[in-house]
C-alpha cells in the first residue's frame, strides 16, 4: 500500500512515513496526496470555504518570540491598541459585509486585563449574537481562559509553534517553556472551547523529522482546527536574515492534515498570500477550508506587522470580499457566511 493511501485509511503514519510523504519526489504519488485532500474537503465540506474576519487589536506585547516582529525588544514596533469602540466597530462593519465569526488577536498585552476582555467578549456577544469569537492573544491563566469563555468566547487559537522542545527553545526566550503551551491548550480543550493549534512550517532550526513530531502532537490533541503556515522573516528580529518557509512543504502539511483530521477547520493564513501571489488558493486545494480577510481599521493595519510584506494583497481587506468571493467561485468553492463551527465526527 503507498503511503497517501496507508495515511487515508489509518489517518496516521509513523515518523519516518511523514518524513518520507514530505521528502518524496514521487510526482505520481505527490499529485495523489493532493487528490486525496481534496476528495476529502469535498467529501466533509462540500467545498465551503469559511469566512472569518480578523481583527488585530494591540500590537503591545510582553513576550520576546525570536521571530516575530511584535516581541517586546523590537524597538521598531509601532505599537497601537483599539479601544473598545473600535473593535466594536470592526464588528460593525464585519457584520454588515456577512461575517459572523471575528478572530480578537494580538500581542500578549496585559493593559486588556482578563476584566477587560471579558468586558469586550460580552459586549460583542451581546450585539452579534449569533456570531463567534475566536480568541488569539497568547497564554493567560486557566482562570482567565474559563472567564473568557463564560463571557461568550467559543473558540481559541493558540499555535504550539513545535513539538520539539529543544527546537522550541531555539525559537523562544528561556522564561517560555512548550510544557507550558501544550497544557495551555488541554485546558482550553477541557473548558470546551474549540481549540486550534498549529505551527510555522520552516521556522528557523526546523528539521523534517520535527514535522512527523508536530503532526504526532496534532493528532493527540485532536483540536478543531488546525493553523499552520510558512514564516516569513521580520526585519526587526534576530531570524531577519533567515530564509521564508517553503510553499511546497506548507501544502503537503495541509494535504496531510486533510487527511489525519478530515473535518478540522484549517485556515488558509495570510502568510501563504504573502509568500505567493496565489497562495491562497493553493493551500484551499490543499484541504484549508476557511480565509481570514483583515478587518482591523485601515490607519492602524499598516503597524501590525508579524512579518514583512504582510497584508500586501488585496484580498486580505475585508472590503474586498466581492474579489475573495469570484476568486473562490473560479476555483469551484464557495465563500460561506455561515459562523462554520467545528462538527466533530459522528461514530456510526
Ligand atoms: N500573541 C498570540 C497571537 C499573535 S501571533 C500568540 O502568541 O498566540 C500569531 C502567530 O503568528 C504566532 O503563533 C506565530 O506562529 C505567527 N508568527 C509570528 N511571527 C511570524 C513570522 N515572522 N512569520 C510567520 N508567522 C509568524
New binding site residues.
Given amino acids: 500500500m503507498d503511503l497517501v493511501t496507508k495515511l487515508a485509511a489509518n489517518r496516521m503514519l509513523t515518523s519516518d512515513e511523514f518524513q518520507n510523504l514530505m521528502l518524496t519526489e514521487d510526482a505520481t504519488l505527490r499529485a495523489k496526496l493532493f487528490r486525496f485532500a481534496q476528495q476529502v474537503t469535498a467529501l466533509n465540506f462540500h467545498n465551503k470555504v469559511y469566512l472569518r474576519g480578523l481583527i488585530e487589536f494591540t500590537t503591545h ?1 510582553q ?1 520576546d ?1 525570536f ?4 516581541r517586546c525588544s523590537n524597538k521598531h514596533a509601532e505599537r497601537y491598541r483599539l479601544t473598545k469602540e473600535q473593535i466594536l466597530e470592526c464588528c460593525k462593519e464585519g457584520y454588515a459585509l456577512g461575517f459572523r465569526t471575528f478572530i480578537l ?4 498585552d496585559h493593559f486588556f486585563t482578563d476584566n477587560v476582555m471579558c468586558d469586550i467578549i460580552y459586549s460583542i456577544k451581546t450585539l452579534y449574537k449569533d456570531c463567534a469569537i475566536t480568541l ?4 493567560r491563566s486557566l482562570n482567565a481562559y474559563k472567564m473568557f469563555y463564560d463571557a461568550g468566547a467559543n473558540r481559541y ?3 504550539h ?1 513545535t513539538a520539539d522542545s529543544l527546537h522550541y527553545s531555539r525559537l523562544h526566550p528561556p522564561s517560555d517553556s512548550l510544557e507550558t503551551r501544550k497544557e495551555s491548550l488541554y485546558n482550553l480543550k477541557e473548558l470546551g472551547y474549540q481549540v486550534g493549534t ?3 512550517v520552516g ?1 528557523p532550526y526546523q528539521l523534517t523529522e520535527y514535522f512527523a513530531d508536530d503532526l504526532a502532537f496534532i493528532k493527540k490533541l485532536n483540536p478543531a482546527i488546525v493553523d499552520i ?6 526585519k526587526d ?1 534576530p ?1 531577519r536574515h533567515q530564509s521564508p ?1 517553503s510553499l511546497e512543504d506548507t501544502l503537503r502539511l495541509l494535504a496531510i492534515l486533510r487527511l489525519m483530521l478530515p473535518h478540522a477547520l484549517m485556515p488558509a493564513a495570510a ?1 501563504l498570500a504573502a509568500l505567493h501571489p496565489n497562495g491562497r488558493q493553493h493551500g484551499i486545494l490543499a484541504g484549508a477550508n476557511e480565509v481570514t480577510p483583515n478587518l482591523t481599521p485601515a490607519n492602524v493595519r499598516r503597524k501590525y506587522f ?2 514583512n510584506n504582510q497584508a500586501s494583497t488585496q484580498e486580505e481587506k475585508a472590503e474586498n470580499l466581492r474579489f475573495l468571493n469570484a476568486q473562490m467561485k473560479n476555483m469551484g468553492y464557495e465563500l460561506c457566511i455561515d459562523r462554520g463551527d467545528y462538527v466533530p465526527e459522528t461514530t456510526p
Avoid: D, H, K, V
Fill in positions: 506585547c513576550r518570540c521571530y516575530c516582529g511584535l488577536q494580538g500581542g500578549e488569539s492573544i497568547g497564554e487559537l493558540l499555535r509553534e498549529g505551527f510555522m521556522s503556515a510558512p514564516f516569513i522573516p521580520n528580529t531570524f518557509g502568510t508579524l512579518y
